[in-house]
């Protein structure tokens, strides 16, 4: 088959995250069962406009404002009538394929954004995407939907869309998970793992008031943070950390490598994740992978990749303070803390790529 998949970003975006990830790793398996993908993604500074990547092409137009306009304009001059299905990929904004495309098409919802525009855009421009997504997936209803978790289903069926069109498929991860516990080597003194570009909706500067909390009780806590300080927001949260009356017991490192991302999680003793939403939270089963617990915001997404007081910690409230004790309650707790390690690392190694690649071909190639 030749699948045109849409979407405004690729793996190699600034802005990337887990979603991109999950998109390039179901393309490659996709590619290697002999079918033809190219992705239709904005582009950024420097980046190259044409490239096949794992036998996948990616060709880049326009910017994250102009990329939806950009990719019809293109399809209608290039791509018109070369797709057996197109994929109108729901990442903030949909391409609204349904309404240019004559080929069979699907839309791919990682997760709906209605309150993140609050935190990620400017406003006016926050207030309108608040108010236009109930039109545009209104308008969208009646198309089949492939999603990654019940948080997104339930979101979509609030806004119209039938039971029987929504399929989830299994999510997966690009870290294969350790053998055992017992080889991971944790740091010497109780450390807290914030990972991701620091966003808005991430919310980091929650952690690191929530890490001060806790550092009353444990003097000897500490905190790494690790992504893309690229942003306005970022350079908050970098001026927060400089402020901290525990700056010594802060560290701050950047944007990292894939195999340092590895070390981190399988030094640290848990991950936080606060983010205003997510589709999943893949981040959290990385980390369990590699053997550390999270804990994180009741949000959609999070209460998917977390199984309450099993794998991790989910806040009763959603605010520094609860976080701080839900730390201290789980790093105080020897007993508790290897059984959440334990059976996360489980649970991580039945959420794999092989799995999600099954869900996912399936669905399209039988699309009617």
């Known amino acids: 088959m030749k699948i045109l998949w849409l979407t405004w970003k690729d793996k190699k975006n600034p802005l990337a995250g887990g ?41 880049r137009l326009g910017n994250r404002w102009t990329v939806y306009f950009a990719a019809w304009r293109y399809y209608r001059q290039n791509l018109h009538g070369w797709a057996d299905v197109v994929i109108d990929e729901v990442n903030t904004i949909p391409f ?3 309404f240019y495309v004559r080929e069979r098409n699907i839309l791919f919802v990682h997760q709906l954004c209605r309150q993140i525009w609050f935190y990620e855009m400017f406003f006016p421009l926050s207030l309108i995407g608040y108010l236009l997504e109930p039109i545009y997936l209104w308008l969208l209803r009646d198309r089949k939907v492939i999603t990654i978790s019940e948080s997104t289903k339930n979101d979509l069926l609030r806004f119209g869309f039938k039971k029987e069109n929504i399929e ?20 010497p003194k109780p450390t807290i793992l914030a990972f991701g570009a620091l966003r808005s909706m991430k919310r980091t500067t929650d952690i690191v008031k929530a890490f001060e909390i806790a550092k009353l009780e444990m003097e000897d806590l500490e905190l790494i943070i690790a992504g893309s300080a690229d942003s306005k927001y970022g350079q908050k949260v970098l001026a927060m950390i400089a402020a901290s009356t525990y700056s010594n017991s802060i560290k701050y490192l950047g944007r990292v490598s894939l195999e ?23 981040i959290v089963t990385e980390a369990s992978s590699q053997g550390t617990p999270a804990v994180v915001y009741d ?70």
């Open 19 to 59: 979603a991109e990830v999950v998109n390039e790793e179901l393309a490659k398996r996709l590619v290697t069962d002999g079918h033809e993908v190219i992705f239709l993604v904005a582009g950024y500074d420097k980046a190259v406009t044409e490239e096949v990547v794992d036998g996948y092409k990616i060709i």
């Open 96 to 98: 609204m394929a349904k």
């Open 168 to 187: 989830i498929i299994s999510e997966g991860i690009e870290i294969k998970p350790v053998e055992n516990l017992d080889s991971i080597v944790k740091l």
């Open 260 to 282: 340092k991302k590895i070390e981190l999680m399988q030094q640290a003793h848990l991950i936080c994740v606060t983010s205003v939403k997510e589709g999943w939270g893949l």
């Open 299 to 368: 949000v959609d997404g999070l209460r998917d990749s977390v199984k309450y007081d099993e794998t991790g910690m989910i806040c009763d409230e959603n605010n520094p303070v609860d976080l701080a004790e839900n730390i201290l309650e789980l790093m105080n707790s020897k007993l508790k803390y290897q059984q959440l390690r334990l059976n996360g690392w489980k649970w991580s190694k039945e959420i794999n790529f092989e799995k999600s690649y099954q869900d996912f071909k399936n669905i399209i190639l039988n699309l009617k």
